[in-house]
């Protein structure tokens, strides 16, 4: 069987996707993994998922110019003019294909999808800001901390809340006359030898939803990218391409399967 021939455009299609899909997947994987005693994979999370989910946004919107306009790109200032907003591209990447922007059950997907807009905006340079000003600015982790505790008292068991406690109150007991703790919980508050074995196992448990919140974020867009993908396609066999000019888009983003158990237990993407 003969080989088929595939263009540019492929090529360049192919790459973008692999690497949005490859930054949300490495994303949702530190997500997973940060809590209060590893607070640097936060970071790496927010980084990795805002910057992926702009790309595969801005991809969505490409093909979708593609599909409509015989294959013609859309120019680099239709895409530039979006700038890091993040909201606003979730949702125009969502209208063209009438796709809900908000999850009927879940309503901290738009506060997630808010916070990684934010971010991406403006406040992933606060650390920085606040070291050359001399001012307190934006702390990122308060604000995601105050989004946990959301996701704790909406999806963590009190029952479970409870042992998590019991076994902290334990620790400090044995541990007390001999041992301290010098760190700090997301929001800033010192921390004591009760918060130091509770709030990494709170964290723990609260990241499973948490990640799942965000597949809940991401599964229109893997919907959209695939109507786009399709329709970008059917344009180009109407063009009588001899060349493949759209790659299979839904391949590149296979691991967000939208089933809840399957991403409760999973612990690394893809």
Request: charged share 20%; aromatic share 10%; glycine share 6%.
């Amino acid at each position: 069987m003969k080989t088929p021939k595939v263009s540019q455009l492929f090529l360049q299609l192919q790459q973008e996707a692999y690497l949005s899909s490859s930054l949300i997947a490495s994303g949702l994987t530190e997500l997973r993994r940060a809590h209060v005693g590893d607070r640097g994979r936060y970071y790496n999370a927010f980084f990795h998922l805002s910057i992926g989910m702009e790309r595969l946004c801005k991809l969505i919107l490409i093909l979708n110019h593609l599909a409509t306009n015989h294959l013609k790109p859309p120019g680099i200032a239709a895409i530039k003019g979006f700038s890091h907003d993040l909201s606003n591209l979730y949702r125009t990447a969502l209208s063209a294909y009438g796709i809900a922007t908000t999850h009927p059950t879940e309503p901290l997907v738009a506060s997630f999808i808010d916070f990684l807009s934010t971010f991406a905006k403006s406040t992933r340079y606060s650390n920085l800001d606040a070291l050359a000003s001399g001012n307190s600015g934006v702390d990122v982790l308060a604000e995601w901390n105050s989004l946990i505790e959301v996701v704790v008292a909406a999806h963590v068991r009190p029952r479970k809340q409870k042992k998590f406690e019991t076994i902290a109150a334990l620790a400090e007991s044995a541990l007390a006359e001999n041992s301290f703790v010098l760190a700090h919980d997301l929001s800033g508050r010192p921390m004591g030898l009760g918060d130091w074995f509770r709030l990494p196992a709170l964290h723990d448990e609260a990241a499973k939803h948490a990640v799942w919140i965000m597949i809940q974020a991401l599964e229109p867009l893997t919907d959209a990218v695939g109507r786009a993908g399709a329709a970008a396609e059917s344009a180009s066999r109407a063009n009588s391409a001899s060349q493949l000019q759209i790659p299979d888009m839904p391949e590149f983003f296979y691991f967000l399967y939208p089933d809840r158990q399957y991403v409760l237990r999973k612990k690394r993407w893809p």
